[in-house]
């Protein structure tokens, strides 16, 4: 068994708002955190093209480790600040079902152990908090054993766990659900959040905080998931409200001036009559009408056909890396009765992650390659708002006991605000 973190009772410690970014590809996990403080004292990745663009947004520094996790020594002397927060979006090639789906038997999403060990073998520098990223699949993949065995490694460590997903599209118009993980040391207090333990699953509090929460927040399935794994680990659930912000039209974040790279008529037909009989009747009707029309297509496999499939509900479809023809997404725009399409470009990804600011390189692919494998950034800000900074601010500033739990009841009981 791993040997768990220390457990630290402020005897005198003192941490500065710090983290650890690992797999860090571009780094908006990074963008979404330093707005509210945080400051990275290291940051990882094995792929120079994403470290390109990488210190391209934020500089050329040592604290951009250019290495595998599992080189751990390596990994643990440049560790030299001990962060209060370790991030972790690690691949999700083998646990999507656009990938593999080898799970942790491939060797990419495995890497996750090689993050395990380096938090093993940090010990008493070990991160009071701990938060993983990945795709849906992460809670399917192997019927769930891989999500079990990656809970269970953390619980080994000393960390209390909660899970939930959030979707892009409360943030930006792109459809992009993930799972994510927080790990929060045992002897942390979580304000505004319940615990349960292996001798109290179904205390009051932390059924009512599981309940209340919002199906989008909490799927169904994650509880039991986690209350099926043996040992049991030590659940605790924060309190996040779902998301309400005013989120920009699709239309605002794809440019339709005439200098894009528009498809000439040959490639527009093509994908036209690629389209299924109710997706070309729509545009079709859209066309006669005069309608005016922004949207995106996928290429998919369909029946062994190739199908170009049309979004209507103004979201893009999620981002994903361009590898093979299905994989880029295509803009298609409807404009007094002419249709045009093209390659979605690097810019409009960037908008799409809530980075749009950022600053790209000349290679339009590796543009690609990097936000089609990261984060969105104004959902890290969301979970920085709920769950990290105020962890991080509580255990800088503790509040007596009798408090917290007023605290916590209060929050449980308020309705739930926008964001």
């Not at 003192?14 to 650890?20: A, G, L, V």
């Not at 209060?84 to 999507?96: I, R």
């Not at 000439?264 to 006669?288: F, G, P, S, T, W």
């Not at 199908?307 to 509900?313: H, I, K, L, S």
Request: glycine share 8%; with cysteine; hydrophobic share 40%.
């Amino acid at each position: 068994m791993i040997k768990p973190i220390a457990s630290n009772k402020r005897n005198g410690e003192r941490f500065s708002k710090t983290f650890c970014e690992f797999f860090a590809g571009i780094g908006l996990v990074r963008a979404g955190l330093e707005p509210s403080g945080w400051r990275c004292v290291y940051a990882n990745d094995v792929d120079p093209k994403k470290k390109e663009l990488y210190e391209n947004r934020f500089g050329i520094d040592d604290r951009f480790h250019l290495g595998d996790v599992w080189n751990t020594s390596e990994v643990l002397d440049r560790i030299v600040e001990r962060p209060f927060l370790a991030t972790a979006s690690f691949p999700c090639v083998d646990l999507s079902p656009a990938g593999y789906r080898r799970g942790f038997e491939g060797e990419h999403s495995s890497t996750f152990f090689g993050f395990v060990e380096i938090l093993a073998r940090l010990g008493e520098r070990g991160p009071k908090l701990i938060l993983l990223e990945n795709v849906t699949g992460f809670l399917t993949s192997k019927d769930g054993a891989d999500f079990k065995a990656a809970i269970r490694s953390l619980s080994e460590l000393g960390y209390a766990i909660d899970a939930f997903t959030l979707d892009a599209k409360y943030f930006v118009p792109q459809s992009r659900p993930r799972v994510f993980v927080v790990g929060a040391a045992r002897d942390l207090e979580v304000p505004g959040a319940i615990r349960a333990n292996a001798t109290d699953w179904f205390g009051d509090g932390f059924d009512r905080a599981i309940e209340r929460a919002d199906a989008a927040i909490r799927p169904r399935r994650i509880v039991p998931l986690l209350r099926s794994i043996d040992p049991p680990p030590e659940l605790i659930a924060f309190d996040i409200p779902i998301p309400n912000a005013k989120i920009a039209p699709l239309v605002e974040l794809i440019d339709l001036d005439l200098d894009q790279k528009w498809w000439d008529e040959a490639q527009v037909q093509k994908h036209y009559l690629m389209m299924n009989d109710k997706h070309r009747a729509i545009v079709d009707r859209m066309i006669a009408a005069g309608e005016s029309f922004v949207g995106t297509i996928f290429r998919r496999k369909r029946g062994g056909s190739t199908r170009a499939e049309v979004r209507f509900d103004g979201l893009a479809g999620c981002l994903r890396t361009p590898r093979g023809g299905s994989a880029r997404q295509i803009v298609v725009a409807i404009d007094r009765g002419v249709l045009r399409m093209r390659w979605m470009s690097p810019r409009e990804y960037a908008r799409l992650q809530g980075a749009g600011d950022y600053p790209l390189v000349e290679n339009e692919v590796q543009n690609l390659f990097g936000f089609g494998d990261a984060v969105c950034t104004p959902v890290i800000r969301y979970i920085d708002r709920y769950i990290l900074t105020p962890v991080f601010d509580r255990h800088s500033n503790p509040i007596e006991p009798r408090l917290a739990a007023a605290d916590s009841n209060r929050r449980m009981k308020d309705p739930v605000i926008s964001a």
